[in-house]
């Protein structure tokens, strides 16, 4: 009868340590790769695709990738459509412009200091800045406090809304008309062809831009003491 014999174990492989030239040598060529595909990253990343990109949106989109500039009747740019903005400086010459809503943005459309009040919906603050505003705009353009629509009354979360709803626009017109000794019904219509629908037809409301509605007012009929 025959056995197996066990079997031998296999010595372990020794190999002399890596020299300290030869991990010189490995970390160096590591060294370089990494410096190349930095230096690729930093041309691809920080030089082509910007580039790409500013390529595209000026022939795609000019006028949004320039910030949607708004222009005078010089050609002057007077604002952005995304942007609103206080008009008028006095109270007398105020009353000669269309209002946009209320801002929070700073001393009001700071666009630096963009951002809300932080006061809370049910904040006796907000509450009673609320009605402050809706006796003032009644009392400016001679309506019942209750017409106040809620966009001349609240500020909007970036404090630099450039819409105003219709009906706010709507309510100012007899101030606006008066104040500039201009038709009622032509300011109306003005306010009727600068309001803008619904995008695509069914996303959002409808708005009015104060700044393209008070520069084609500005175009119509200048005020006294522009």
Do not use: C
């Given at each position: 009868?025959?056995?197996?014999?066990?079997?031998v174990?296999?010595?372990?492989?020794?190999?002399?340590?890596?020299?300290?030239?030869?991990?010189?040598?490995?970390?160096?060529?590591?060294?370089?790769?990494?410096?190349?595909?930095?230096?690729?990253?930093?041309?691809?990343?920080?030089?082509?695709?910007?580039?790409?990109?500013l390529?595209?949106?000026?022939?795609?989109?000019?006028?949004?990738?320039?910030?949607?500039?708004?222009?005078?009747?010089?050609?002057?740019?007077?604002?952005?459509?995304?942007i609103?903005?206080?008009?008028?400086?006095?109270?007398?010459?105020?009353?000669?412009?269309?209002?946009?809503?209320?801002?929070?943005?700073?001393?009001?459309?700071?666009?630096?200091?963009?951002?809300?009040?932080?006061?809370?919906?049910?904040?006796?603050?907000?509450?009673a800045?609320?009605?402050?505003?809706?006796?003032?705009?009644?009392?400016?353009?001679?309506?019942?406090?209750?017409?106040?629509?809620?966009?001349?009354?609240?500020?909007?979360?970036?404090?630099?809304?450039p819409?105003?709803?219709?009906?706010?626009?709507?309510?100012?017109?007899?101030?606006?008309?008066?104040?500039?000794?201009?038709?009622?019904?032509?300011?109306?219509?003005?306010?009727?062809?600068?309001?803008?629908?619904?995008?695509?037809?069914?996303?959002?409301?409808?708005?009015?831009?104060?700044?393209?509605?008070n520069?084609?007012?500005?175009?119509?009929?200048?005020?006294a003491?522009?």
């Amino acid at each position: 009868m025959t056995t197996n014999a066990p079997p031998v174990p296999l010595q372990p492989a020794t190999t002399a340590p890596p020299s300290f030239a030869a991990l010189l040598s490995i970390s160096g060529r590591q060294l370089l790769v990494a410096l190349r595909y930095l230096l690729l990253m930093t041309v691809v990343l920080g030089i082509v695709y910007p580039v790409v990109v500013l390529g595209v949106g000026q022939l795609v989109a000019n006028h949004a990738a320039n910030g949607s500039p708004v222009t005078d009747s010089t050609g002057a740019v007077v604002g952005s459509e995304l942007i609103g903005q206080q008009f008028g400086g006095d109270q007398e010459n105020a009353a000669q412009w269309f209002a946009g809503r209320p801002s929070a943005a700073g001393n009001g459309y700071d666009a630096m200091s963009s951002g809300g009040s932080n006061l809370a919906a049910d904040s006796p603050d907000l509450l009673a800045l609320v009605e402050e505003r809706r006796e003032q705009i009644a009392a400016e353009d001679g309506v019942d406090p209750a017409d106040v629509p809620p966009d001349a009354l609240t500020a909007s979360g970036s404090g630099l809304d450039p819409h105003i709803s219709p009906a706010y626009a709507l309510l100012q017109v007899d101030r606006v008309a008066g104040a500039r000794g201009l038709s009622v019904e032509v300011v109306r219509k003005l306010v009727d062809g600068n309001t803008e629908g619904r995008t695509f037809g069914f996303i959002g409301e409808e708005r009015v831009n104060v700044l393209k509605l008070n520069l084609a007012l500005a175009a119509l009929e200048p005020a006294a003491g522009d």
